[in-house]
């Protein structure tokens, strides 16, 4: 008896729960899912940097043996200065030092890049008003993309997804659910053609180091807006129109963008996830269970106060049995 009572606690404890569990559960999977990924890398990456590593320590021992002059000391500090040039986009190359990071069309590619939160990282500002300036440019320029962004995808979904679907529905009679399927599928398929597959192949024969799957490479990481800025194009010393090729690449990153942002949201509106996104929020209140709890309540203080109203009115009854003396003969004691 005892046992049936605690399972059946234990379930409506569960049942009334339920968000609360699947949220709990989301917050794992989350966090086994960022380990999964961690252990991958580190086991595919880890044997490559170590490689690297012996490789560089034995190209600067063999230097150091070809060019006895040269002490330790001295080529460490040349390293470093040329490293810290490096990550600021300056190369101290013979074939890299006709590239200029600032001209027009490479800093529109870095506002681009920032506005986008996408921040390859190649090309950062070198001076201090230029580090300020980029805290005042993005703390106004990423509110206002979104702004722009919202604004923009709104519009396209109007045209791109609703209306379709609603004319499908309307004049074939075929099911919203379905309908929504085949064309989120059908317009993943479109993007994933014009703005990955296609540009790669473009980045793979205008790139000269990049094969076709470091191109795919380029283009997932920016347009998802992770920017590693391991690949960056036009950055080769050799490269023809490169003025016309950096415009090119922000007016992609920006339309790219949008695409993926239509995309996404075309998913977001099918029934099945929006039922999925559902397990895991928080109940609203529905205005009748609101109403319900108010009624409740005013019961309750009803109820009170017609019960406080009842024990006055008895306290009082208790006091009407006794007769009121209108003489002194009436009083039985005196008689």
Known sequence: MLQSLA?????????????????????LGYL???????????????PYED????????????????????????LERFLKKALEASNYGVSILNNASANWNWDFTSALFFASTVLSTTGYGHTAPLSDGGKAFCIIYSMIGIPF?????????????????????????????????LVGIVHATLLGILAVSCFFLIPA?????????????????????????IGLGDYVPGEAANQKFRELYKVGITVYLILGLIVMLVVLETFCELQQLKQLRKMFYLKKEKPQDRMAILEHDHLSFTTVSDNAVTKSVDKTKTFVGVPTLTSSNDDPMIQ
């Open 145 to 177: 993309t979104l702004l722009f962004l919202t604004a923009v995808v709104q519009r396209i979904m109007v045209f791109s997804t609703r209306r379709p679907i609603t004319y499908i529905h309307t004049r074939w009679g075929f099911s919203k659910q």
């Open 201 to 225: 192949a473009i980045f793979s024969a205008l790139e000269e180091n990049w094969n076709f799957l470091e191109s795919f490479y380029f283009c997932f990481i920016s347009l998802s807006t």
């Open 32 to 46: 086994l899912y960022l380990v999964f990924g961690a252990v991958v890398f580190s086991s595919v990456e880890l």
């Open 51 to 74: 490689q690297l590593r012996q490789e560089l320590r034995a190209v600067k021992k063999q230097f150091l043996v070809d060019n006895d002059c040269l002490s330790e000391e001295r």
């Open 7 to 27: 399972s059946n606690s234990c379930v409506r404890l569960i049942q009334n729960h339920k968000s609360t569990w699947y949220f709990v559960s989301l917050i």
